[in-house]
């Protein structure tokens, strides 16, 4: 054999055995030296991971987000009520409507000399009640809102009023302003008013005690004094002046 076909026959052993040495090893070692390439998984989810909050400091942050409940407290009425159930209300107003008043609380109502609708005279003396009286200011109107703002004014303080208080020593004078008219004589009869109306026809007397046009609420004590008075109408100054009235039938 020659030299040259031992060396070809050395060289295919060594290329044999490494072969074999490869076909050999482990499928763990082959698994290991593909992975090393490749980078740590956990270092690169890391920042993701310290980007989202837990779950205890998110529960916080809504809790905090949520508006805390409101605290109410009730007046203290029960006493107040009984308190108040015999006193006149006290008089609050705009100060346009202060300054409209010519006559306040405190001050005497003037006396008067008017004739009611059958024309005949009638003075405040003779009409004054014994614990108290009510004015009532009141105009029927150019038209049929005005005839109808009328009716309920005169209906209310009948009912209000001149029925419910007549036993108490409270009287009520409504005074028209502005001249007589057979449709406030036929009103004044479908409402089965029973206090006298009288006729301020010139607007003498209303000029002495407001600037304001009707409706006006006088109501006075016993010695003709304004108790309390308001110079509109609605259902709070309704209820009003019936507490006022019942504060001087109780006196």
Not at 97 to 105: L, P, Q, T
Not at 112 to 129: A, C, I, N, Y
Not at 141 to 149: A, C, P, S, V, Y
């Given at each position: ?65 949520q ?48 004739d ?9 003396k ?11 200011l009141f ?25 419910q ?20 004589a ?58 006022a ?5 109780a006196?």
């Amino acid at each position: 054999m020659t030299g040259l076909e031992l060396r070809r026959m050395l060289c295919m052993s060594l290329l044999a055995g490494a072969v074999m040495a490869g076909c050999s090893r482990s499928p763990t070692d082959q698994a290991t030296s593909v992975a090393r390439p490749q980078p740590d998984r956990q270092e690169v989810a890391q920042p993701q991971a310290e980007s989202q909050p837990s779950q205890p400091v998110a529960a916080h942050a809504a809790t905090e987000m949520q508006p805390s409940p409101t605290v109410s407290e009730k007046p203290l009425v029960a006493d107040a009520g009984r308190a108040g159930a015999t006193a006149v209300p006290e008089v609050v107003m705009a100060a346009a409507d202060r300054n409209a008043c010519k006559i306040f609380v405190g001050d005497r109502f003037p006396a008067f000399s008017l004739d009611d609708v059958g024309g005949m005279p009638r003075t405040s003396k003779e009409l004054r009640g014994a614990k108290g009286t009510v004015i009532v200011l009141f105009q029927l109107g150019e038209d049929e809102i005005g005839r109808l703002r009328a009716e309920n004014l005169l209906s209310d303080i009948q009912s209000d009023v001149a029925s419910q208080f007549a036993a108490d020593e409270i009287k009520v004078v409504g005074i028209h302003v502005g001249a007589a008219t057979d449709q406030l004589a036929k009103l004044l009869e479908t409402e089965a008013v029973t206090f006298p109306v009288l006729v301020d026809k010139d607007r003498k007397l209303t000029d002495e005690v407001t600037a304001k046009k009707p409706p006006c609420f006088y109501v006075l004590d016993a010695d003709g004094k304004v108790a309390w008075l308001d110079i509109e109408y609605g259902p709070a100054v309704r209820q009003q002046l019936i507490q006022a009235v019942r504060a001087l039938a109780a006196r």
